[in-house]
């Protein structure tokens, strides 16, 4: 078996020295900070309240709303209004930078509807994440912006979770249908690639290594895949992650690491998924998640979302959130968590 090799951008000579002097500006920044554990080295803002797809999980929208009421945003703002929503993001993320934030997420809604503000935010800052649903192509951006498409399993899985409307079916692309299809082609299409990030529930762990070989064969400018768990509000809910699942899961990932390689998953180092999925590292409180103390979450107002983006109700103990493992392996001076986040800081 083949192990498998991550896209990597372009660049030339004097772009990877300029951006690497970048990182590892940006990296020292953050370790100074970090001596002082309650500083925020990130944030979270949801640079709009529109959204093209129908997730029925999501923790935007009320659950009755459908992708043409999504689309208006929940602002349900008149189209001659919507430049005041641009101002107010971008004198947020102006706020960000003045108190020394250095690395911001952008979600939403679909971070894809607000290509302004998108190109405005990698002006401002050096690390973009940018977390989309994919199906809506982001326009050309700068090398430090960093894209990551949210998948939840294999096409027909997927279509049916992150389009029960069916506003994608008539799409195709290589043998795909519907979100799927229109997701890969625009990765596939894309300038830089991407990383997948998926987040799997205990009921259809059994779909995991499908999910993998699928993204594998059919992502060209696939960059790496990223392993999470949904995180949910009532301990009784089906998709609670016990300790069992959780363990399950993690060992999924390393027989995946094993069959593809460990570049297949920058995001789930050894040391990552150990703070993820083994029960003496479970967080019971905010107070103990690196991301709740570390990272200011905000809304489309620029009001805080709560502990995090998951919103005061999201229970710690289910939680299998990544940038949490990320950044406890940072804290913990892992050398291989540490190159893979170099590697993947590089845009
Ligand atoms: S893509 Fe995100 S914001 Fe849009 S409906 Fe799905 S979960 Fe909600
Ligand atoms: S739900 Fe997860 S990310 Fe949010 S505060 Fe709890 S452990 Fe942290």
Known sequence: MQKFKPYIPEYSPLDFTFRSATIGQTILQTMVSSINQTAKIGASVEITDRCNAGCNYCYVYPKDWNQEQRLQGYTQTPPDKKSE???RIIGILQQLKDEGILHVTLVGGEPALAPKILKKAVEMFPIVWIVTNGSISLPKL???AIVFVSIDGPPDYHNAARDPQNFFANFKYRGLEGIS???VKNINESHRGAYVHCTFTPSHLDRFDE????????IKKLRGIVISGATVKDLSDPN????????RLGSLVERSAIKYGWDLFPFNTPQINQYLFDPKHEIKYSSQCAVSQRVK???YFGQSTGKCVLRNESICETCICNSNGLMRSLEAFDTQTMMQQFLSLLG
């Open 297 to 299: 979450s905000l809304d």
């Open 211 to 218: 999910t993998i070989s699928w993204l594998v064969k059919d």
């Open 142 to 144: 700068k090398d430090n």
């Open 85 to 87: 929503g641009y101002d």
């Open 240 to 247: 609670a992650f016990t300790h069992e699942s959780k363990l």
């Open 181 to 183: 299809a229109k997701i």
